[in-house]
């Protein structure tokens, strides 16, 4: 099996509960966000599932399946922002409403993780790191205009992502007594719900529940 390293880095948001005026983000990287980051870097449709698509020939349901784990090194702290959103603006009931509104927006400043993503298809890892090097389209840690402050691309190695993810040098500038948090996809039916796996499309905008587990390393 091979383990993809992720290096998230700079200004992000990873929304899991988003909702009309208020965007929140998670504290860490979420499973569907750096999912969708390599559906985009590979060049996958946001209508795609079980369809191999784009440059690299790769479907969303094959990324569906990679085993997920993410390293915090450093959490950063919130950023509050607001946007006005300008009519004419969609109603849920349909047609649309001309009235402005006040949108809230959540980010992490100063933030690093790792994040691993493993299979046991190497010819699908290599290709996630292909395209990482050079992506088909714009890659955004979660929100779009997060741009990342370092190539994303941490290399691929042999074993599982929490082994992987375990080994790979702290990135905490130099402090070395500085404890991680490190989650994981849980095997044992046990751990905490997470609502972020992918089970359809992304256009569906439908997510589904996984277990995961965390520790302190």
């Known amino acids: 099996m091979k ?4 290096k998230l880095e700079g200004m992000q948001s990873w929304g899991a509960s988003s909702r009309h005026s208020f965007r929140d983000t ?12 390599l559906a985009s870097a590979l060049g996958i449709p946001r209508d795609n599932w079980d369809t191999p698509a784009g440059p690299h020939n790769v479907s969303l349901e094959q990324l569906s399946k990679l085993k997920f784990a993410v390293r915090r090194d450093r959490s950063g702290s919130l950023l509050r922002d607001f946007q006005t959103i300008a009519g004419p603006i969609p109603k849920s009931g349909g047609g ?11 980010y992490l400043q100063d933030a690093a993780f790792m994040a691993g993503v ?11 790191q292909d395209a990482l090097e050079s992506p088909h389209w714009h890659i955004f840690l979660g929100r779009k205009g997060c741009a990342p402050a370092c190539d994303v691309d941490g290399g691929a190695y042999d074993g599982d992502c929490v082994s992987v993810l375990k080994s790979q ?11 991680m948090m490190l989650s994981y996809d849980s095997d044992d039916g046990s751990g905490t719900i997470v609502c ?10 439908v997510f589904g529940d996984r277990l995961v587990k965390s520790e302190v390393i």
């Open 96 to 106: 649309f409403e001309s009235n402005s509104y006040l949108q809230e927006k959540m």
């Open 118 to 128: 493993e299979s046991d298809d190497e010819e699908l890892i290599k290709k996630l």
């Open 3 to 6: 383990t993809l390293v992720l």
């Open 196 to 205: 972020d796996d992918i089970v359809g499309p992304f256009s569906n905008r």
């Open 169 to 179: 040098p702290k990135n905490v500038f130099k402090r070395n007594d500085h404890s």
């Open 26 to 37: 998670r504290p860490e990287p979420t499973k569907s966000g750096v999912i969708g980051m």
